[in-house]
C-alpha cells in the first residue's frame, strides 16, 4: 500500500541560542576548511544563530499534535551542511522517537534530497518493510566560513517533519526529475497530463521561474522565497489538511538554482472507503 500523508509539522525561524564552543569540532573543521584554502572564523559562530540540525530536529518533532514513537523508517533530508560536520543527526532523531527506527540520511543532492528520501522510502514500503514513516527535512544558517548563497538569499532556519502511514489522506505516487536542459514546464507537462486541472494544485518552489509556470493550466500556489530545500515542503506540512479538502492532487516542484535541474513529486489523495451496505 503507498505512503500516505497522516500529519505534519513544522518550525521557520526559531530564534537563536548563545554560541558553545567544542574544541574538538573547531580543530576538525580547521583542519578540514584549509584544505580548500578557507579560514575558519569563529566570531562567525559567535555572531550566528547556532541553531542546528539537532535544535531543529528537536523542536519539530516537540509540534508535532501526537507523540511520534519509532516510525518504521526514519529519513533525515538537507540539502546545506549542518552547523557542526561532526555530528550524525538522524541518530539523534532516531533516539527521540524512541531508537527502534530504520534511519539515515540523504544528502549532497540539494533540493532533491527529499524527494529522494520519498522515492527512496517508497521502495521501501513496496517491499513491505515499511508501513510508516517519518521524513524531516531541515536546514540552517550558521558557519565558520563565508556561504554567498546563503547570507545573499537570506536562507532561514527551517524544518518540516512529514509522517507518512497507511491511513493519511495523501498518497505518494512517485518523484519525477528532469534531465539537465530540459525546463520545467516540460517535466510539469509530463507529470499533470493525467491529472485533472480543476482539482490539481501546483506547489511551486521559490526558485521556479514564473514564465515556467504561465502555461501550465492548474492552480499554482508559490513557497515564500528564502528556504533552499525546505521551502515547498514547509508549505505542505501547513496547508495538507487543507488542501485535501480541495483537490485530488498535489503536485511539488522546484528548480534547483546551483544545478539549473528541477524535480517534481505527486500526491493523490486515497480514495474513501466504501460504506458498508446495511442488511435488510
Known amino acids: 500500500m503507498p505512503l500516505s500523508l497522516s500529519s505534519a509539522a513544522l518550525v521557520l525561524e526559531p530564534g537563536s541560542i548563545p554560541y558553545r564552543p567544542d574544541p574538538d569540532c573547531a580543530i576538525f573543521e580547521r583542519d578540514l576548511l584549509v584544505r580548500f584554502g578557507i579560514q575558519r572564523d569563529e566570531e562567525r559562530l559567535r555572531q550566528g544563530a547556532n541553531i542546528g540540525f539537532t535544535e531543529l530536529a528537536e ?52 533540493l532533491r534530497a527529499p524527494y529522494t528520501a520519498l522515492r527512496v522510502a517508497d521502495a521501501f514500503a ?34 518540516a517533519l512529514l509522517y ?63 528556504p533552499y530545500c525546505t521551502g515547498v515542503w514547509l508549505e505542505l506540512a501547513r496547508h495538507h489538511e487543507e488542501w485535501s479538502d480541495a483537490y485530488r492532487s498535489v503536485v511539488l516542484c522546484d ?14 489523495r486515497r480514495p474513501a472507503a466504501p460504506t458498508p451496505r446495511r442488511s435488510p
Not at 68 to 79: C, I, K, Q
Not at 132 to 156: H, M, R
Not at 186 to 215: F, I, N, R, Y
Not at 257 to 264: I, L, V
Request: aromatic share 8%; with cysteine.
Open 59 to 110: 523542536s519539530v518533532i516537540g509540534r508535532l499534535p501526537f507523540r511520534l514513537t519509532s516510525p518504521d523508517l526514519l529519513v533525515f533530508a538537507f540539502g546545506l551542511p549542518d552547523m557542526i560536520a561532526l555530528k550524525h543527526v538522524a541518530q539523534r532523531v532516531n533516539y527521540l522517537l524512541g531508537g527502534g527506527s530504520h534511519c539515515f540520511a540523504v544528502s549532497e543532492q540539494g
Open 164 to 226: 507518512f502511514d497507511d491511513t493519511g489522506r495523501y498518497e505518494f505516487h512517485g518523484t519525477r526529475m528532469a534531465t539537465r536542459g530540459t525546463p520545467l514546464r516540460a517535466l510539469l507537462g509530463s507529470v499533470t497530463t493525467d491529472l485533472e486541472p480543476d482539482s490539481t494544485l501546483l506547489v511551486a518552489g521559490s526558485w521556479t521561474h514564473p514564465d515556467e509556470l504561465a502555461e501550465i493550466a492548474v492552480p499554482v500556489h508559490h513557497a515564500a522565497a528564502g
Open 255 to 268: 528548480t534547483d538554482p546551483r544545478t539549473g535541474q528541477s524535480q517534481a513529486a505527486v500526491l493523490w
Open 126 to 159: 513496496g517491499s513491505g518493510r515499511c508501513r510508516t514513516l517519518a521524513l524531516v527535512v531541515c536546514e540552517q544558517n550558521t558557519y565558520a566560513y563565508p556561504d554567498p548563497f546563503v547570507e545573499e538569499n537570506k536562507v532561514p532556519n527551517s524544518a
